[in-house]
T-cell receptor, first 117, second 110 residues
Framework: GAVVSQHPSWVICKSGTSVKIECRSL??????MFWYRQFPKQSLMLMAT?????????EQGVEKDKFLINHASLTLSTLTVTSAHPEDSSFYIC?????????????FGPGTRLTVL | QKEVEQNSGPLSVPEGAIASLNCTYS??????FFWYRQYSGKSPELIMS????GDKEDGRFTAQLNKASQYVSLLIRDSQPSDSATYLC??????????FGTGTRLTIIP
């Protein structure tokens, strides 16, 4: 299957700082990427849909000014958590949509564990 | 509202037996269906995709789709302890997003 990477895999930061997470599709081009958040023992929660060259579409209740998304190329999307607070501590996972060929499938990155002190 | 439902489990299955995971969805017009496996503390991993009615087999895994009944299942044959994980059913309801079920936690008992 297709490979999606995320960097960093974990990050610890102080309250009030900003953190940037990168998501890359390594062997396919992804016009659409997705950002999810998952708290312990809870379901995946879609935060936003990131389309290459256009503004991201945020799910209801997700603050667009706090979670900045940039999808500058067909293989890279970034999520910046601005002015992070302890309640932003979570597991952030991206996925990339591979719609080449006859299938349309999402492949997930390995996730980034964010801890805000 | 378009929904995907799964039994949260836990589902316990003896090693070597068949594990059967079930999922129902709300929109009869849905076209794409996926099963992901998620180990604790890890991100989801694609196991199977299925697009047409019937069975699709890949190794020990078989996905079954019945669009008339709005039902998709995953069978795991010869279950192994390494199959212990949460299994997520996901449906594409016609837009670019996937809608996930809450997942079924599967435990294979040695």
């Amino acid at each position: 299957g297709a490979v999606v990477s995320q960097h960093p895999s974990w990050v610890i930061c102080k309250s009030g700082t900003s953190v940037k997470i990168e998501c890359r599709s390594l062997d396919f081009q992804a016009t659409t990427m997705f950002w999810y958040r998952q708290f312990p023992k809870q379901s995946l929660m879609l935060m936003a849909t990131s389309n290459e060259g256009s503004k991201a579409t945020y799910e209801q209740g997700v603050e667009k000014d706090k979670f900045l998304i940039n999808h500058a190329s067909l293989t890279l999307s970034t999520l910046t958590v601005t002015s992070a607070h302890p309640e932003d501590s979570s597991f952030y996972i991206c996925s990339a949509r591979d719609s080449s060929g006859s299938t349309d499938t999402q492949y997930f990155g390995p996730g980034t564990r964010l801890t805000v002190l | 509202q378009k929904e995907v439902e799964q039994n949260s489990g836990p589902l316990s299955v003896p090693e070597g037996a068949i594990a059967s995971l079930n999922c129902t969805y709300s929109d009869r017009g849905s076209q794409s269906f996926f099963w992901y496996r998620q180990y604790s503390g890890k991100s989801p991993e694609l196991i199977m995709s299925i697009y047409s009615n019937g069975d699709k087999e890949d190794g020990r895994f078989t996905a079954q789709l019945n669009k008339a009944s709005q039902y998709v299942s995953l069978l795991i044959r010869d279950s192994q302890p390494s199959d212990s994980a949460t299994y997520l059913c996901a449906v594409n309801f016609g837009n670019e997003k996937l809608t996930f079920g809450t997942g079924t936690r599967l435990t294979i008992i040695p």
